[in-house]
């Protein structure tokens, strides 16, 4: 009984000690404690032993069952040390790395653009005003002293919604929409998309535009002019030069163009200005009596001037832009460049 007891001890320290993980251990120690286990049959089995014999056997085998619950105890502490050492292993996160920046937008060049001019005019006491897209040909047209007769209105190729609503051609029927709703003084400018049927590289059939109107007593070509050019040397440069061009729009008289020097080759001439070293920007001009009448301002009273430029084209010139389809696009490649 006594060498029974000793083997015990022997095979049971050997078992826990080869138990490779929590699971084997466990089964071990059912195998050795469990109330089918080993021990507790030695235990059953000092009941036939004579009873003299039995306290020091049982002293025996309580120390074995000592002796392997420690050693059980031990040996489940270093396989949960080991386990969570894995575990941290497998888990580890430098916080030293540098975070990774999540992707950030930033305005569409077209936006900026819009904002720059915005600004300037804002600068000069200009608010700014917006109107519909879809819009009605009397304010597209008829109230801008444009009738159906007219042929200028053969030269905005017009997308038609239905029957006397068109897709607006220009940003100028929002000159009539504010000041239908204003008493002068107005001082406005008007961003704004517009449509015409016409597709090339340097037209798209949506583009984009600012409007501009002053109007008030005793305004004179000569403010037109020097608004004009505030803006263009802030915009452009100092150094840019400018020529207004007689020209002719049904909605201002006098109207002229606007042109600049060119803005690559300074004036020397180049394929963007096609050898004249000008640019065309702009068109303006005093607004026409016709249209006070229509937005029954006194006429006789009030004098005024008004302008609108292309967006899209001053990007272009801005950034040597060669097509204007690269501003619709939304390639993500082209528009990270701005
Ligand atoms: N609306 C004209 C166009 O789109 C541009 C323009 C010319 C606007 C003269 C004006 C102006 O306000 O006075 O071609």
Redesign the pocket.
């Known amino acids: 009984m006594k060498e029974q007891i000793e083997a015990l001890r022997r095979e049971a320290l050997d078992a826990i000690a080869a138990a490779g993980d929590l699971k084997a251990l466990e089964e071990t120690r059912v195998r050795l404690l469990g109330r089918k286990g080993r021990l507790t049959e030695i235990l059953r089995g000092i009941s036939q032993t004579p009873p003299e014999d039995r306290p020091v056997l049982g002293q025996a085998a309580n120390a074995v069952k000592a002796d392997i619950t420690a050693a059980i105890e031990a040996r489940r502490n270093a396989l949960e040390a080991q386990a969570e050492s894995e575990r941290a292993r497998a888990e580890w996160v430098d916080l030293s790395l540098p975070g990774r920046r999540p992707p950030r937008g930033h305005m569409h060049v077209i936006n900026q653009v819009y904002d720059e001019i915005l600004d300037i005019f804002h600068e000069l006491g200009f608010q700014v005003a917006t109107g519909p897209d879809v819009e009605t040909e009397y304010y597209n047209f008829d109230s801008l002293n444009t009738p159906p007769d007219h042929p200028a209105r053969d030269s905005?190729d017009t997308f038609f919604v239905k029957p006397g609503v068109v897709l607006r051609?220009?940003?100028?029927p929002v000159?009539m929409r504010v000041m239908e709703k204003t008493a002068p003084p107005v001082a406005v400018v008007v961003p704004g998309r517009?449509y015409r049927v016409d597709y090339d590289a340097s037209h798209s059939p949506m583009f984009n535009?600012v409007?501009?109107?002053l109007v008030d007593e005793g305004v004179t070509f000569a403010d037109l002019k020097g608004s004009l050019m505030l803006f263009i040397h802030r915009f452009f440069g100092r150094d840019t030069r400018v020529r207004f061009r007689p020209h002719f729009?049904p909605?201002?008289e006098p109207?002229a163009e606007v042109d600049i020097s060119c803005t690559v080759c300074k004036g020397q001439g180049c394929r963007v200005c096609k050898h004249s070293g000008w640019l065309e920007i702009?068109?303006?001009?005093m607004?026409h009596p016709n249209v006070f009448a229509y937005a029954k301002y006194d006429y006789e009273k009030y004098t005024g001037?008004?302008?609108?430029m292309g967006v899209d084209r001053i990007a272009m010139l801005r950034h040597a832009i060669s097509s204007i389809g690269h501003l619709f696009e939304n390639d993500l490649r082209f528009l990270e460049q701005f």
Not at 169 to 172: A, D, F
Not at 282 to 285: D, K, N, Q, R, V
Not at 305 to 308: E, I, N, S, V
Request: glycine fraction near 16%.
């Open positions: 905005h051609t220009h940003t100028s000159q517009v535009q409007e501009g109107l729009f909605f201002t109207s702009l068109g303006c001009g607004v001037y008004a302008f609108g």
